[in-house]
């Protein structure tokens, strides 16, 4: 605790205030330099958040899935069904399903029964040795196995071959159940049951998996798909779906005639798209370019803790809002990022077929002026009229990326992913861990600053009060001295 004032009756406390008070106002505009940084580094963040957002939205305006502007119905959907891709074409299709593909099963051809004659549970031993092969597979069993052991091996040992099974025990019915995993003919397959050194037919081992009185036993049902379009055979299919002339249709069973698919040009969807990022994009650069031309005010600058005591709530509020004005105005970051989106979306798209439509402007969507920082504009009949008529001419404006050039909806996708890598490298991100970016390293440096300052003022006082105590102490050795002398050269008189 320093006391000062005692001898020369001066108020020191508030005279080293004062000369502090000097002393301290290049720390006190360096803070009010890092917290104008700091709020600028907020301000480009909560942009950033924006521009991700946006490039979120833009994701689909690259993908061929997103204009796929058909639509199609199955008249017999007990029999197939059938959807659009981004490669389908108006018109109408014949189709008739022949042969679904199916699987290969092998069940129990009766109740299998436990040692002690009953019906058996999945963890009763099988109590019979031998060897199952299935093809080049050889499966080995242990009388000490359980059913579900059995079941077990059966599935893994085949995992990595044709066919590849699945296999279970049933402890309602005491059966064994075994499928392929794929579908198709050359998912058939034969098991045979041999004696453990795969000498001999083992019919006992046999009789306690597929029960049919034989050692050997066919799977059945492995077949491929196929069907009928506009009279072409499309055969060997493997699954129960197939993709033809854009068209992907599913297989559920077979049919005696053919049914008529009719495919329609479906705008709606593209369209929907196209406005909502249209309208996630207006109002994202409205903001944007209110921050590049937002009124800066140099002589509110951020109060200090001090300035705050002697204003109120409301005083402070309408400060800091004057101070806080035209945090990002002329960023030159934010400048290029409009310009590069304004070209983005208004160049010309090369690469595509003489004649196509290769610019955003004949589908119906334009820009506004520079005033009003490159808003788009949308001709709703006009962007519709296209997508009804020139569905793949407006996919491939839009999702067109190869060697000789990009589409709009990959332009500004690419675009937006650069903005916000150049935002995140002058601002950073609260949510990574690392932060090197300019502005982090800009308020780091002001830190370090202020911490050497605040160590020099912390000498600073020092030094005052060391030089007023010894003022003091002259001071009252001065008084003391007065006091003695008045005392004995003039008797205390």
């Known amino acids: ?25 290049p720390l006190d505009k360096l803070m009010q330099q890092k917290t104008f940084t700091e709020w600028q580094q907020e301000a480009t963040r909560d942009t950033n958040l924006s521009m991700t957002n946006l490039r979120t939205s833009a994701s689909n305006l690259r993908l061929q899935s997103s204009f796929n502007s058909y639509s199609a119905t199955s008249p017999t959907p007990n029999s197939f069904t059938v959807a659009t891709t981004a490669n389908a074409m108006s018109g109408s299709y014949q189709v008739q399903v022949i042969s679904v593909a199916s699987a290969a ?18 963890t009763d031993q099988i109590g019979v040795a031998g060897r199952i092969t299935i093809g080049d597979i050889s499966i080995d069993v242990a009388s000490t196995d359980t059913f579900a052991d059995v079941a077990k091996n059966l599935q893994d040992k085949t995992a990595a071959s044709v066919p590849a099974l699945r296999a279970s025990f049933d402890n309602t019915t005491s059966r064994f159940f075994i499928a392929t995993k794929g579908m198709g003919s050359e998912q058939a397959f034969t098991m045979e049951f041999k004696n453990a050194d795969g000498t001999a037919e083992n019919t006992d081992l046999a009789a306690k998996i597929v029960n049919n009185g034989s050692a050997t036993a066919t799977a059945d049902g492995a077949a491929d798909g196929s069907i ?16 033809v002339n854009g068209l992907t249709i599913n297989l559920l069973q077979t049919s005696e005639t053919a049914s008529t698919i009719n495919v329609q040009s479906n705008p709606e ?22 921050q590049l031309v937002e009124k800066r005010y140099p002589d509110f600058q951020p109060l200090s803790d001090e300035q705050k005591k002697d204003m109120t709530e409301k005083e402070i509020e309408l400060w800091e809002d004057k101070a ?21 979306f208004m160049d010309s798209v090369t690469g595509l077929a003489e004649g196509n439509i290769n610019h955003l402007s004949q589908i119906g969507i334009n820009t506004g002026s520079y005033t009003e920082g490159g808003k788009l504009f949308i001709d709703e009949k006009k962007l519709s009229e296209a997508l009804t008529n020139k569905p793949d001419e407006v996919m491939a404006l839009f999702t067109t990326r190869d060697a000789a050039g ?40 002001m830190n370090d600053e202020i911490s050497r300052w605040q160590d020099r003022l912390t000498r600073v006082e020092d030094r005052y009060w060391k030089q ?6 002259a001071l ?18």
């Open 1 to 25: 605790m320093r006391v000062g004032g005692l001898a020369s009756g001066m108020d020191t406390d508030s005279i080293v205030k004062d000369m502090m008070k000097i002393q301290k106002m």
């Open 105 to 122: 099963k092998l069940n129990s051809a009766n109740s299998v029964t436990n040692s002690a004659g009953t019906a058996a549970k999945s």
């Open 228 to 243: 009928k379009f506009d009279g072409i055979d499309i055969t060997g299919l493997k699954t129960n779906q197939t993709t």
């Open 269 to 290: 969807k593209p369209l929907a798209m196209i406005k909502d990022f249209v309208d996630k994009y207006n109002e994202t650069i409205e903001n944007l370019q209110k």
């Open 324 to 344: 806080r004005s035209g945090l990002l105005r002329n960023d030159p970051v934010l400048k290029s990022a409009m310009q590069d989106l304004r070209r983005a």
């Open 406 to 445: 990009n589409g709009v909806g990959a332009r500004v996708y690419d675009t937006l992913n650069n903005i916000v890598k150049n935002l995140s490298e002058k601002a950073g991100s609260s949510s990574s861990s690392v932060d090197n970016s300019t502005l982090s390293k800009k308020i780091k440096q």
């Open 468 to 473: 007023f105590t010894a003022m003091e102490k």
């Open 476 to 493: 009252s050795q001065m008084n003391s001295q007065s006091a003695w002398m008045q005392q004995n050269l003039f008797g205390g008189a």
